[in-house]
């Protein structure tokens, strides 16, 4: 129904920029929030940002100000531009669809991709 792949990700220096992006394949008639999440080592997945229509954008207090979430609808991507990075921002960072418009049957309720790594040391 949808897949996700994420890309971008890598090592860069404490207050360095990185720009993930998420690649979207999904079914004509369904829609869905885009969101990134991370998972640092040895913690919980914690919620970074999303976005839907009509672009509207929340960002978790963490990455407020320093991370943009953006997409390209003619390109079916989600990107997240990342700049001023931290050690603590250190994560595989993960791409989710969750569908806001569509028959549930087709486009499915929530996907997540496999994730993409960014480290950064200080």
């Known amino acids: 129904q949808v897949q996700l792949v994420e890309s971008g990700g890598g090592s860069v220096q404490a207050g360095g920029s990185l720009t993930l992006s998420c690649a979207v394949s999904?079914?004509?008639?369904?829609?869905?929030?885009m969101s990134w999440y991370r998972q640092p080592p040895g913690k919980s997945r914690e919620f970074v940002s999303r976005i839907d229509v009509p672009d509207r954008r929340t960002y978790a207090d963490s990455v407020k100000g320093r991370f943009t979430i953006f997409q390209d609808g003619a390109k079916n991507t989600v990107s997240l531009q990342m700049n001023r990075l931290q050690s603590e921002d250190t994560a595989m960072y993960y791409c989710r669809a969750d569908r806001t418009a569509g028959i549930l049957s087709r486009c499915g309720s929530n996907f997540w991709g496999l994730g993409t790594q960014v480290t950064v040391s200080s």
């Open positions: 999904k079914y004509t008639g369904c829609t869905y929030a």
